[in-house]
């Protein structure tokens, strides 16, 4: 039952979406992102120093 609701998605988004880009090429994958949220606070300094024991080679 679950199968067939995500094929019956997937199949209206593909009727909506154009099947080729600009270049000719098919489009096979789409993605998207959402962000749900942001933290702006700071953080601790010591995250930013070098490591004890670290050499540069």
Not at 14 to 22: H, I, K, L, R, S
């Amino acid at each position: 039952m679950l199968s067939g609701l995500l094929a019956k998605t997937a199949e209206k988004q593909a009727q909506n979406q154009p099947q080729q880009n600009t270049d000719g090429l098919s489009v096979i994958f789409t993605s998207h992102t959402e962000l749900k949220s942001l933290d702006t606070g700071s953080l601790s300094g010591s995250l930013f120093e070098v490591p004890a024991g670290y050499t540069k080679n």
